[in-house]
């Protein structure tokens, strides 16, 4: 079962998760949700998939993640799973092939720690354009992402790899991308000119397949991210 179209309140509830199979409820375009479909992708997991109206939450949902929050997993034995870093880490563990976190315990604390110091980066994403629709000064903001995101750019030229965990994709970079991708819909993507190494990592995941098949076209986005900042969301833009 994999319907598209958003589910909100007062729809069926989709029934028991089949056995063989995992479902990822999910929205389109939330970036913590495309870090569990990337992982989801990259280890080639077949996956079924049920967006959820954010806006207008499905009780039985609620029930399920009562944080109310995507992506939330659930299994055929109905095991809930949710906050993208733990959904993520479950399906390395849960699915052996391709393994993404590396098996080193101080390896692994690493990608951790990475993780919360991007963490920190995320919410620049928001408050800029936030700021820009509300006419206040953002260079400030702006000036912090860009110091944010030179510190990241020079940790990677110190490792001297081409992705953040090594030579070949693993964890941290899927768990970084989704903020990536939407750089030119926030309008910021002049916050990566002083960030060569940085520039040519998005240039390396962009030749990624599950970054490929997760990705949405920036036309797309900023068309979604347009009636969410009017206040009415449409979830099945482009359905
Ligand atoms: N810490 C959560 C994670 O890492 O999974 C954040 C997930 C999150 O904020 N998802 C948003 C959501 O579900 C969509 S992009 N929002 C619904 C709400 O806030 O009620």
């Not at 849960?94 to 080193?104: A, G, I």
């Not at 992705?163 to 002049?190: A, C, K, N």
Request: glycine share 6%.
């Amino acid at each position: 079962m994999s319907t598209e179209k958003c589910f909100a309140n007062g729809s069926a509830a989709p029934g028991p998760v089949p056995k063989g199979h995992i479902r990822l409820y999910s929205m389109r375009f939330c970036p913590f949700a495309q870090r569990t479909r990337l992982v989801l992708n990259a280890k080639g997991i077949t996956y079924d998939t049920v967006n959820i109206h954010l806006k207008d939450k499905p009780d039985w949902f609620l029930e399920k993640n009562p944080l109310g929050l995507v992506p939330t997993l659930e299994t055929p034995a109905g095991e809930v799973i949710y906050e993208s870093p733990i959904t993520c880490e479950y399906l390395d563990e849960v699915y052996p092939e391709k393994k993404l976190l590396p098996s080193s315990p101080f390896a692994k604390a690493q990608q951790k720690m990475m993780l919360e110091h991007f963490s920190k980066v995320t919410p620049y994403f928001y408050k800029i354009p936030m700021g820009r629709r509300n006419g206040e000064d953002v260079s400030g903001l702006e000036a912090e992402l860009k110091e944010k995101l030179a510190k990241l750019s020079k940790d990677l030229a110190n490792k001297k790899t081409k992705f953040f965990g090594g030579d070949s994709i693993t964890m941290i970079d899927y768990m970084m991308w989704p903020w990536f991708e939407r750089l030119v819909t926030f309008e910021l993507q002049h916050c990566l000119d002083g960030t060569p190494e940085l520039k040519k990592w998005t240039e390396r995941m962009r030749e990624d397949p599950a970054v490929k098949a997760t990705m949405y076209s920036t036309d797309t986005y900023k068309a979604f991210y347009k009636t969410y900042v009017d206040g009415k969301p449409d979830y099945d833009y482009g359905l």
